[in-house]
């Protein structure tokens, strides 16, 4: 079935905590899995990406965990910034022209 | 770098009234989507083109029509405005298909009288 489910619907964590969000799927076929953030009154722009022939993804302080056995991802974000409250949206592909999207986190970071 | 760009940003329409948004990319993208995001939602595939004169439905078809007149417009119209209809149309381009990174306008936000 292509249907990427995302939690949780919203996260908050104090400055400086790691928040963690979370995505899992059902079709085994699906092989590039992105993130991207969508900052208030903006549009979503890509973020970070994995494909499974790893299970570990980092770029700075955002790091993609990947469990193919699971079918599940997840996207770390180590010393949270108050600059990083946005809304968090995972996606997956099958080698095809479309992205299947999760429904979003909407992450707020307290100072 | 390029842009998309969306045209109008803003669109206020009439129950039953057919409207038109308009998107055009620079960059030469062969892929082009047409999404619609409700307030606080995701996002919800309508249309996409993978290239000049191709169209795909999403699962968001029914009460749109698409048209890829060129590689780089990719125009989405709106068959009959829903009453109190409020959504932002996201227009995006990619290289080739949704594995590669998706670039976004910066949208048409709907509103329907």
């Known amino acids: 079935q292509q249907q990427v489910r995302q939690s949780p619907q919203s996260l908050t964590v104090w400055e400086g905590e790691t928040a963690i969000l979370n995505c899992s799927y059902e079709d085994s076929t699906f092989d590039y899995f992105p993130w991207y953030h969508q900052f208030p009154g903006e549009s979503p722009a890509l973020l970070i990406a994995?494909?499974?022939v790893s299970n570990k993804k980092e770029d700075g302080r955002f790091t993609i965990f990947f469990n193919k056995r699971e079918k599940k991802f997840s996207l770390h974000i180590a010393d949270s910034q108050p600059g990083d409250s946005a809304t968090y949206f995972c996606?997956?592909?099958?080698?095809?022209?479309?992205?299947?999207w999760g429904s979003g986190t909407k992450l707020i970071i307290k100072p | 770098g390029g842009i998309i760009t969306q045209t109008p940003k803003f669109l206020i329409g009439q129950e039953g009234q057919k409207l038109t948004l308009k998107c055009q990319q620079n960059f030469n993208h062969d892929t082009m989507y047409w999404y619609r995001q409700d307030s606080g939602k995701g996002l919800r595939l309508i249309y996409y083109s993978i290239t000049e004169n191709d169209l795909q439905k999403g699962d968001l078809s029914e009460g749109y029509d698409a048209s890829r007149e060129k590689k780089s417009s990719f125009s989405l119209t709106v068959t009959s405005a829903q009453k109190n209809e409020m959504a932002v149309f996201l227009c995006?381009?990619?290289?080739?298909?949704?594995?590669?990174?998706?670039?976004f306008g910066a949208g048409t936000r709907l509103s329907v009288l």
């Open positions: 994995i494909r499974p």
């Open positions: 995006a381009s990619s290289i080739l298909g949704g594995q590669n990174t998706l670039y």
């Open positions: 996606a997956a592909s099958a080698s095809n022209y479309q992205l299947i």
